[in-house]
């Protein structure tokens, strides 16, 4: 599985339910990862999406314990464990874990990479990605070109995790 998320200088992801900032570029680089994939997100991240619609040519997969949450055109898992027991059915390049905070942290262990725009500015976020650079399972294996939008400048980089995914996928495998 593969986590995807756009960072500021302090892993900062979202503020007040919502982006801390739309480029265009890493929108375009979104759809075309995830586009005829299976991405999973956080209910709250679902209500940040444009008219609440699931994301198109993918199929959707909502986390959310609300019994009354059962938008059309999504699958909601109750639980992390309904959500592991869906995902064994798909193959596993084909998950893209979107977010928000809570699931990016609670699908970290299952995941073996991680696609991420490092937008090169500090917001006041209230809600973060956890620190790759901090963490020994992972490595930065790549980076692209500084890309800039109006004033901001960005890149896209990939980390990849060093250790400790087979023993994830054991647990995986178990659930
Ligand atoms: N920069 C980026 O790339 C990016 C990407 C995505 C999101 N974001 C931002 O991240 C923020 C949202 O993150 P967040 O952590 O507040 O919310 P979230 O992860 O999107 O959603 C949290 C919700 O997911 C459900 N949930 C979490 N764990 C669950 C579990 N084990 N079982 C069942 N349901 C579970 C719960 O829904 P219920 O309350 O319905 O039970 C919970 O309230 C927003 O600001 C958003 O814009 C940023």
């Known amino acids: 599985m593969?986590?995807?998320?756009?960072?500021?200088?302090?892993?900062?992801?979202?503020?007040g339910g919502q982006l801390l900032v739309r480029i265009p570029m890493d929108q375009k680089f979104f759809l075309q990862e995830t586009l005829g994939k299976t991405v999973v997100m956080g209910r709250k991240t679902f209500e940040d999406l444009p008219g609440r619609q699931p994301l198109y040519g993918r199929t959707n997969v909502v986390l959310s314990r609300?019994?009354?949450f059962s938008p059309k055109g999504i699958r909601v898992a109750r639980s992390l464990e309904e959500a592991l027991t869906f995902l064994r059915g798909v193959p596993d390049d084909s998950i893209?874990?979107?977010?928000?905070e809570s699931i990016y942290r609670m699908f970290l262990p299952?995941?073996?990479?991680a696609e991420?725009?490092?937008?090169?500015?500090?917001?006041d976020g209230d809600r973060f990605f956890p620190d790759l650079d901090r963490d020994p399972m992972w490595r930065l294996t790549g980076e692209?070109?500084?890309e800039t939008y109006?004033?901001?400048t960005f890149t896209f980089r990939?980390?990849?995790?060093?250790?400790?995914?087979?023993?994830?996928k054991a647990l995986n495998q178990k659930i």
């Open 2 to 15: 593969k986590l995807i998320a756009a960072v500021d200088r302090n892993w900062a992801i979202g503020k």
């Open 110 to 113: 299952y995941c073996s990479e």
């Open 96 to 100: 893209y874990i979107i977010g928000g």
């Open 116 to 123: 991420i725009t490092a937008v090169d500015y500090r917001y």
């Open 144 to 146: 692209s070109d500084e």
């Open 150 to 152: 109006f004033d901001l």
């Open 66 to 68: 609300d019994p009354e």
């Open 158 to 168: 990939r980390y990849i995790r060093t250790a400790g995914v087979g023993e994830d």
